[in-house]
């Protein structure tokens, strides 16, 4: 028995039992479709080579699914990334390896953050409203919008090229 609180409880100030919990699955139907090629040569005539290519088509919520209509919405965005890699097998026991490695910097789209006034104690109607995770947590009272598409900027690619040369 709560202090102050009543058999038949109902909420108020010093009482608020009891809770009403509603669990809902969220429609967050994203679709993700990927297209790769491979080829490898097995090592003969004291070399070897490999290589892949891929590129996947991504149709989802970027910031989870959007808690009012207001929100941003599913977006496409794409990704793709290339490697190569060899052997080669020289005179005297030297081995040559070089690895080539690219990938396509991550889709992000320029956001916008008004503030209203220290008076108004509002909720941003055009708020992120996904799940709050992470630093730039996602919910209604999240005032982050999107400014351009969230496909309308990609980051820096990345390009790797590695070469080991070792005697065995």
Known sequence: MISACTGVTAPTPTCLYPTNQVV??????????????????????????????????????????PNTPNAPGDYDFTSYSFKASGSYSAPWGISVNPVFRFQAGANYARQLTPSAPTSCACTYSAANGGPASGPNASSLTNNVTYVTPYNGYRQDNITVVDVRVEKT
């Not at 967050?28 to 892949?52: D, P």
Request: cysteine-free.
């Open 24 to 65: 809902q699955n969220v429609p967050n139907y994203g679709t993700y479709k990927t297209v790769e090629f491979a080829i490898n040569k097995r090592q003969s005539h004291n070399y070897s080579l490999s290589a892949g290519v891929g590129y996947t088509w991504q149709h989802d919520f970027p910031r989870g699914y």
